[in-house]
């Protein structure tokens, strides 16, 4: 168990509906960062939450959005589902801001049918 | 298991053999430098890291080298065994504040016993 939380494990929703992913960092990390993982498309980075304010965004499509809590979990809402937005979505956290290593959780496994 | 990827580099070695994993990194300026092994069915899990002010760095039987003049990273495991078989990235950070890491797209390592 690494410390990061994600729930849920598995989620199978419809083209054009909405869902919500769920992380809650390792005890005492204040970032959080999300990741999308696509067999075509490795690990891509989706966007870094700090404290509670959003401090990095990479490659996250405008249907998605992402916030962070006061206590500090976080949730990856993705809208308008499509076909391809099927994948391993995992969050991330660590420390401090910018520094080291982050630690994974096991992930959500998002199937868009 | 989930698959994370059909189209990976994929290096098979005997049990008790030695393995090299290579990385070719995008980023000059990057300066720090992680290895993360994912098991099927789970998340990225951290092994080694490097600076880029050194350019090797031993753990429990596994050693990073860097070669900052032609950006290539390897992970060399010892006396490989059939746990460590599992897909291999290799990830990047820049020297800015808002740098986050960056993903190769791995490489699969298949022990046989």
């Known amino acids: 168990d690494s410390g990061v939380t994600q729930t849920p494990k598995h989620l199978i929703t419809a083209t054009g509906q909405r869902v919500t992913l769920r992380c809650s960092p390792r005890?005492?990390?204040?970032?959080v960062y999300w990741y999308q993982q696509s067999l075509d498309q490795g690990l891509q980075f989706l966007i870094q939450?700090?404290?509670?304010?959003?401090?990095a965004k990479g490659n996250i499509l405008e249907r998605f959005s992402a916030q962070q809590f006061p206590d500090l979990h976080s949730e990856l809402n993705l809208s308008s589902l499509e076909l391809g937005d099927s994948a391993l979505y995992f969050c991330?956290?660590?420390?401090?801001?910018?520094?080291?290593?982050?630690?994974f959780g096991s992930g959500t496994r998002l199937t868009v049918v | 298991g989930e698959s994370v990827g059909l189209h990976l580099p994929t290096l098979s070695v005997q049990e008790g053999d030695n393995s090299i994993i290579n990385c070719a990194y995008s980023n000059s300026a990057s300066d720090y430098f992680i290895w993360y092994k994912q098991e099927s069915g789970k998340g990225p899990q951290f092994i080694i890291d490097i600076r880029s002010n050194m350019d090797k760095r031993q753990g429990q039987r596994v050693t990073v080298l860097l070669n900052k003049t032609v950006k290539h990273l390897s992970l060399q495991i010892a006396a490989t065994q059939p746990g460590d078989s599992a897909v291999y990235f290799c990830a990047e950070k820049g020297n800015s504040g808002y740098s986050t890491l960056t993903f190769g797209k791995g490489t699969m390592l298949l022990v046989s016993p």
């Open positions: 005890s005492g990390d204040l970032s």
């Open positions: 939450y700090y404290n509670g304010e959003e401090r």
């Open positions: 991330a956290s660590s420390p401090g801001p910018t520094g080291g290593g982050y630690t």
